[in-house]
């Protein structure tokens, strides 16, 4: 079953801060993070596993509350650079599948 | 490094006919994942190879195949083609064992058109 993200699009002003959630249904040993913009690849964010470790760029920051089984991606002072679309993947874990949501649209305008 | 190189990067395939795609992970990465991409559904999982063998598979139908060879490289194989299957379909690697605690390194995908 696919999480669940939210908000499904948002729109931004260049310098404005941003929040994506990620919902899962299920205990997850893993949560990453991937932003895909126009015609391109999915590109690696941040991995958050069980137990705290997280993975990842040093500007990006992220949340895994694992009782709740959710995940937040703070994107702060966005810039145009930051617009794509996100996703989250989830694992149940034992060397699982990532299970990806469906995407937040995000556009940073001037 | 070299990245994910996905071949080829466009397809425009007939109902019923079949198609190959292939996939060339990063050097010394040995899991390679397939996932289909489309607008409604987002990115749908395939299957997962590590040193050959198919680890995972996702919900798809038996006409989706895949294999690995010992150089890592991989190709998924879909049969009898229908026009539900027009997406693009995407490729990655990691450099771990298991995808779940990697980080997936995305090939650029190959955009399949089945009229």
């Known amino acids: 079953q696919q999480p669940v993200q939210s908000p499904q699009a948002v729109i931004l002003r260049e310098g404005e801060d941003a929040v994506i959630n990620c919902s899962s249904s299920?205990?997850?040993?893993?949560v990453h993070w991937y932003r895909q913009k126009h015609g391109e690849a999915p590109v690696f964010l941040m991995i958050?596993?069980?137990?705290?470790e997280q993975k990842g760029h040093e500007k990006i920051s992220a949340s895994f509350n694992e009782k709740k089984q959710q995940s937040s991606l703070y994107l702060t002072a966005s810039q145009l650079s930051y617009s794509g679309t996100y996703f989250c993947?989830?694992?149940?874990?034992?060397?699982?599948?990532?299970?990806f949501g469906t995407g937040t649209q995000l556009k940073v305008e001037l | 490094k070299a990245g994910v190189t996905q071949t080829p990067r466009y397809l425009i395939k007939t109902r019923g006919q079949q198609v190959t795609l292939s996939c060339s992970p990063i050097?010394?990465?040995?899991?390679v994942s397939w996932y289909q991409q489309t607008p409604g559904q987002g990115l749908q999982f395939l299957f997962e190879?590590?040193?050959?063998?198919?680890?995972n598979k996702g919900n798809f139908p038996g006409r989706f195949s895949g294999r690995q060879f010992s150089n890592s490289r991989s190709e998924m194989n879909v049969s009898t083609l229908e026009l539900g299957d027009s997406a693009l379909y995407l490729c990655?690697?990691?450099?771990?064992?298991?995808?779940?605690?990697?980080?997936?390194?995305f090939g650029n995908g190959t955009r399949l058109t089945v009229t």
């Open positions: 050097s010394g990465h040995r899991s």
């Open positions: 299920k205990a997850l040993y893993s």
């Open positions: 190879y590590f040193s050959e063998t198919q680890r």
């Open positions: 958050l596993l069980k137990g705290g």
């Open positions: 993947g989830t694992s149940t874990g034992g060397g699982n599948k990532l299970t």
């Open positions: 990655a690697s990691s450099s771990q064992g298991s995808p779940d605690n990697s980080p997936l390194h």
